[in-house]
């Protein structure tokens, strides 16, 4: 019988080779495992910044915030200039209505008068100077100019121009001259003054300390013009000084 080559092997020749195989094995399995755990660990930052893409940061909520400040104050300077621009014109239409119902009337004395470099030509724009005049509280030119247009001869605004000018000596607490004119502008039937005036001659007794006829001046705005706005407020002068 003759022998077999194989048998004479060394039994190491089969277990060397078997065990390399399966370290290789062993390894690739390994390598795979890894490979997967790191893809995973990488798109876990992405999925989570997909799942809330309307995230607002502080710095976005303050650049909001901002935007809606100047939106808002872009809305108030807007709403500003059409005010002035109302009041422009109400103070147009409030010329040319007295301009048709006012009547020529001699300016008393109390009021010192100013002798303009020209004669005023133009009575509705030295009738807004002189406003401007009085809005910047320059009450002494306010009179004066408001006065210039009574000396022209001219018989536009003359009601409105002694309202103003008794507002001027009142604001510069000449009472007794501020009542003269406000006095006269009761005389205009036509005028829109007439219960402003009835006011402030009310509001300069009061002024004087003369409470009596402060209160009469009060009544009267009140029983004489009672549609007018200035109603209440004449009631409310009244209860304070019960």
Same mark, same amino acid.
């Given at each position: 019988?003759? *022998? ?14 078997? @065990? ?14 890894? !490979? ?13 910044? =997909? ?8 710095? =976005? ?15 108030? +300077?807007?709403? %500003?200039?059409? *005010?002035?621009?109302? @009041? ?20 008393? &004395?109390? @009021? ?7 004669? /005023?030509? +133009?009575? #509705?724009? %030295? ?16 009179? *004066? ?5 009574? *000396?022209?001869?001219? +018989?536009?605004? /003359? ?23 406000? !006095? ?29 006829? &402060? ?11 009672? #549609? ?15």
């Amino acid at each position: 019988m003759r *022998n077999d080559p194989t048998s004479a092997r060394p039994l190491s020749m089969f277990i060397i080779p078997a @065990t390399f195989a399966l370290g290789l094995a062993v390894a690739a399995v390994g390598c795979g495992s890894s !490979e997967e755990d790191t893809s995973n660990w990488e798109s876990t930052p992405a999925t989570t910044a =997909a799942a809330t893409p309307g995230a607002t940061t502080p710095e =976005a909520a303050a650049d909001s915030m901002k935007n809606e400040n100047r939106r808002i104050k872009e809305q108030n +300077d807007a709403l %500003a200039a059409e *005010n002035r621009t109302l @009041t422009a014109r109400n103070a147009e239409l409030e010329t040319k209505l007295n301009e048709a119902t006012a009547a020529k009337a001699p300016a008393p &004395a109390g @009021t010192e008068s100013a002798t303009p470099s020209a004669p /005023v030509s +133009d009575v #509705s724009g %030295a009738y807004t100077s002189a406003l401007g005049e009085f809005k910047k509280r320059n009450f002494q030119e306010a009179a *004066n100019q408001f006065t210039a247009i009574l *000396n022209s001869g001219s +018989d536009k605004l /003359v009601d409105n121009c002694h309202y103003w000018i008794g507002e001027s000596l009142y604001g510069m607490k000449k009472y007794d001259e501020a009542i003269k004119h406000f !006095e006269t502008v009761l005389g205009y039937t036509g005028s829109g003054k007439r219960p402003y005036a009835q006011l402030m001659i009310g509001n300069a007794y009061l002024a004087l300390g003369d409470k009596a006829a &402060a209160k009469d001046a009060y009544n009267k705005l009140v029983s004489t013009f009672p #549609s007018s706005s200035l109603v209440e407020k004449a009631k409310e002068k009244l209860s304070k000084l019960q």
